[in-house]
């Protein structure tokens, strides 16, 4: 696959921090599972929103106010129209992935599990979705069920069915680990537990700014992400949930906005969204991930997506001819712009120090997935993590500076 229609140059010149130097060094920037940098557009909407618009949204009758609350609910059908989910109300602004998982873990497991009742989590999770429903188990006596993954890195359906019984309430599940950059079959897993009548949350943190995502084909019943890993500010997330768990789960928390009617003998909740919406919204950020957004299908998705895996195919291959380098997971089924590698006897953090003085950025250590890499039996990989501003000489500079600081060691 050669992509020749993405002009990667002019796309680095939206991103002003990609100009800058490190100890003197070009900036190369390979941590982009962690955090994505921002485009030009999207500091510029969060300046105009501040100096033009900027007010408490929803109940103000001032045109300031007015124009703010257009502003996020418009945001929230720029989201809607991204993962094609059937209602703006399905989709829930939250703090990030992580506050939109224990949104759901909370409000699911309250409303739903009894004691004795199973979870079902695979190895490879983010902390982000294995603590929230830790929690809850300590809280309601629930079970947590691990699905294994193979030496590749992959998990399999079959031993999803075999921990599925009459006690499992949910499966959750991420689409893209955050470390091995397997691309799990999400569409098949949300179908399997369908049959058995189970939900599913897929954690699109690591997806939502590489695949294209379709919540309605995909059937699921929850998905989650955050703004800042796909192009937008920080502090934002997404929590798309069918309307249907919405109307039945209780809120999460509690305050301002996401109430009917209080009275200190009861109160009554609003409608969807607000219901999940307790406090002033981020509407500043919502605006920013709206343009984020627009940024991104201005590109193409599909675009993004191809030369993306033009890039990581070429950084396999490369990564591939370096003496004594052990690939941490290779899925065959699919990955996706993240690769986890260890060089020899060098200690990850070593690695990871002496490239950040070369000026390239890369990440160590566990990733936040202290039980995959207990499954591994390592302590910690080094980590590239590619996005579309990142260039084939960007990772023949990642090469380089491995071998040399191969030879120091
Ligand atoms: N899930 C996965 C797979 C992730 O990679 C991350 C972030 N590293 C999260 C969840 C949590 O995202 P956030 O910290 O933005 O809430």
Redesign the pocket.
């Known amino acids: 696959m050669n992509n020749i229609s993405l002009d990667i140059e002019n796309i680095r010149k939206d991103f002003p921090i990609l100009t800058q130097e490190v100890y003197g060094k070009p900036l190369i920037y390979l941590d982009n599972?962690?955090t994505t940098q921002k485009p030009r557009c999207v500091i510029q909407k969060m300046e105009e929103i501040y100096s033009t618009i900027n007010a408490n949204i929803h109940r103000g009758v001032h045109r300031l106010s007015q124009l703010s609350t257009e502003s996020h609910e418009e945001a929230r059908k720029t989201v809607q129209n991204y993962i094609h989910a059937a209602k703006p109300s399905e989709i829930i602004f939250t703090?990030?992935?992580?506050?939109?998982?224990n949104l759901v873990a909370s409000s699911f497991c309250r409303s739903q599990c009894k004691a004795g009742d199973e979870i079902i989590l695979t190895a490879m999770?983010?902390h982000?979705?294995i603590v929230p429903w830790q929690i809850q188990r300590d809280i309601y006596g629930i079970e947590i069920k691990v699905v294994p993954i193979s030496e590749s890195g992959e998990i399999d359906l079959k031993d999803i069915e075999e921990r599925i019984s009459s006690k499992t309430k949910f499966i959750s599940v991420?689409h893209?680990?955050?470390v091995l950059g397997t691309v799990n079959p999400i569409g098949e897993i949300i179908r399997l537990a369908h049959s058995y009548n189970i939900p599913v949350l897929i954690?699109a943190?690591?997806s939502i700014q590489h695949i294209p995502l379709n919540t309605k084909e995909l059937d699921c019943d929850f998905l989650?992400f955050?703004s800042?890993?796909m192009y937008g500010p920080n502090g934002l997330?997404v929590l798309y949930g069918k309307e249907s768990w919405l109307d039945k789960l209780p809120p999460y928390q509690g305050g301002g906005e996401m109430i009917a009617r209080v009275s200190f003998d009861k109160t009554t909740f609003n409608e969807l969204p607000f219901k999940f919406e307790a406090g002033t919204p981020d509407y500043v950020g919502s605006a920013a991930l709206a343009e984020a957004i627009r940024y991104i299908e201005k590109i193409g998705l599909e675009n993004i997506r191809q030369y993306e895996t033009v890039l990581f195919n070429y950084a396999k291959e490369k990564l591939s001819q370096i003496e004594n380098i052990r690939f941490i997971g290779s899925p065959t089924l699919g990955s996706c712009s993240v690769i986890s590698f260890l060089v020899g006897n060098i200690h990850p953090y070593d690695m990871g120090m002496l490239l950040d003085k070369l000026g390239i950025a890369v990440r160590t250590g566990h990733?936040?997935a202290q039980p995959l890499m207990d499954a591994l039996g390592i302590e910690g990989t080094l980590r590239a993590s590619f996005a579309f501003y990142n260039t084939k000489s960007e990772i023949n500079a990642l090469i380089s500076g491995i071998e040399r600081v191969t030879r120091i060691f």
Not at 95 to 101: F, M, P, Q, Y
Request: proline fraction near 0%.
């Open positions: 599972a962690a703090r990030g992935a992580t506050e939109s998982i999770e983010h982000a979705n991420t893209v680990s955050n954690d943190a690591q989650v955050s800042h890993k997330g990733h936040c």
